[in-house]
């Protein structure tokens, strides 16, 4: 867990910092005399904000969350609830921010070359939502192992009564 923690928070700080970057560099540039981005009026632009808002703030949470991971203290209480589902919304959030990066990147690459060709922005918008199948495909197993050992099997290993009852025999 510590080691999927670290990775993943590796990852949620790439992120944080290429959204970051992107909102100050604006597709399309700057209106020489009002300084305001040229494609304002645009719906892609305004794509392009919101996605890059959602994928940063989802980002930096998930760094957090991964952060709490980390730092947390490990006893064995922790890891029946506490910790797997830290997992689980770290993991959720570190998705949020890869699918809305894509759209930043998507919607980016849709204003700066729409104009001079049609399909080849078209296309290759589409063909950037690729990382995010493959994100859900290589990720899910362990998705589902954690919701599986987090709440349909949380009371296997807590001692329970009978038991107790039967040792004391």
Not at 59 to 72: D, E, G, K
Not at 100 to 111: N, Y
Request: aromatic residues 18%; contains cysteine; proline residues 5%.
């Amino acid at each position: 867990m510590k080691s999927i923690a670290q990775n993943c928070m590796l990852i949620s700080t790439v992120i944080a910092t290429g959204v970051f970057a992107a909102s100050i560099t604006i597709p399309g540039g700057l209106h020489d005399k009002s300084g305001k981005p040229n494609y304002l009026k645009k719906p892609p632009f305004l794509v392009f904000a919101i996605s890059d808002a959602v994928a940063f703030i989802s980002s930096a949470t998930a760094i957090l969350i991964f952060l709490s991971i980390l730092v947390s203290r490990y006893a064995e209480s922790d890891f029946y609830k506490s910790l797997p589902l830290k997992l689980i919304f770290g993991l959720l959030g570190l998705f949020c921010s890869i699918t809305s990066m894509m759209v930043t990147f998507a919607s980016a690459f849709f204003i700066t070359y729409y104009y001079d060709s049609n399909w080849v922005p078209s296309f290759i918008s589409a063909f950037a939502f690729l990382p995010i199948l493959l994100f859900i495909i290589l990720q899910f197993s362990l998705w589902c192992d954690i919701m599986y050992s987090t709440f349909y099997c949380k009371n296997i290993f807590k001692p329970d009564k009978s038991i107790l009852y039967v040792l004391k025999n």
